[in-house]
């Protein structure tokens, strides 16, 4: 594998449901500016986490990565229990992952059986799993360039939005919210973010949310695992790390500011994405059959690199 894939596997592990829905969960409880500050922690942490499995994968490139690290410089005890665990991590994230898929198939084809569509996407992830590391790779790279693609969009609209260039609709998320009587055309600024105080349910839940904060970024040590098959470790796995964080922090914190800025805090939640909500509020066509389709590849590309793994 190359850079390219590097990088795209892991940015393919981190980039799923933990964004897609549950950071209305960690604006809701720490509110807009606590939600940005807990990401921009959580960046902090795992950078730090990268840029040490970096020196560990440089020097030695094993496809096995941090449990055989375990091995070599703890004792087999330790190191057999990290496996297992991450092991039973993966089986767990796999087995949710292909139920959660084959339910959004129904949103189109409501009669049909779960469990058909969850056996028809094990057996893709298990073909591209099979036939090499390469074609694996290689998926990985178009299924994470969907999300990437739709969070850069998310982010310009968004932004377009909170300057006034692209209008609300009347009863949108931001609607009345930015001191409109309908919101059409206001430009909600960073209203949100100032009306109610910076720590609207004060400093604490800024450090509570930071286990769903790092639960959303797992999956970038997918890079340690992957650097026993990589072409020039030496010189792919740091670049891979170093652009992988940045672009993750950006993702991550531009997101979830353009949602904080748009969307009422007290409206948020689990139970719809807020990237539905932002591109319904702004009034894109079929928002809800185009991010469930996202959705369905932020559900399939973990699960590709679940099964490597």
Request: hydrophobic letters at 55%; aromatic letters at 12%; proline letters at 4%.
């Amino acid at each position: 594998m190359t850079v390219r894939h590097l990088t795209m596997i892991s940015i393919g592990g981190v980039i799923g449901t933990g964004l897609f829905l549950s950071s209305g969960y960690t604006i809701k409880e720490a509110g807009p500016f606590g939600a940005v500050l807990a990401y921009a922690v959580g960046s902090i942490l795992i950078y730090c986490i990268m840029l040490c499995l970096g020196q560990l994968s440089v020097a030695m490139p094993y496809a096995g990565s941090f449990h055989l690290y375990a091995k070599k410089f703890i004792g087999p005890g330790t190191a057999f229990t990290v496996a297992v665990l991450y092991w039973l991590n993966w089986i767990m994230a796999l087995a949710s992952e292909f139920t959660a898929a084959g339910i959004i198939m129904r949103h189109w084809f409501p009669r049909s059986p779960t469990a058909l569509w969850s056996a028809l996407f094990i057996g893709l992830v298990l073909g591209l799993n099979i036939l090499s590391v390469r074609i694996y790779g290689e998926a990985e790279f178009w299924f994470a360039s969907v999300k990437v693609v739709t969070i850069v969009i998310f982010i310009l609209v968004g932004l377009a939005a909170i300057v006034g260039v692209l209008p609300l609709h009347a009863g949108g998320v931001g609607a009345g919210e930015a001191g409109g009587s309908t919101g059409v055309g206001h430009a909600t600024g960073l209203i949100n973010f100032t009306k109610d105080g910076l720590f609207l349910t004060g400093i604490a839940p800024v450090f509570s949310t930071l286990l769903t904060v790092i639960f959303a970024f797992s999956g970038t040590e997918v890079v340690g695992v992957a650097a026993g098959e990589t072409k020039d470790p030496g010189k792919a796995i740091p670049r891979a790390i170093h652009s992988t964080v940045f672009r993750l922090t950006v993702f991550f914190i531009g997101s979830i500011a353009v949602m904080a800025a748009l969307i009422p805090w007290k409206r948020v939640g689990v139970g719809t994405s807020p990237f539905v909500l932002v591109f319904e509020s702004i009034g894109l066509p079929f928002a809800g059959d185009v991010m469930n389709f996202v959705v369905l590849t932020a559900l399939i590309s973990p699960a590709n690199s679940g099964l490597y793994v």
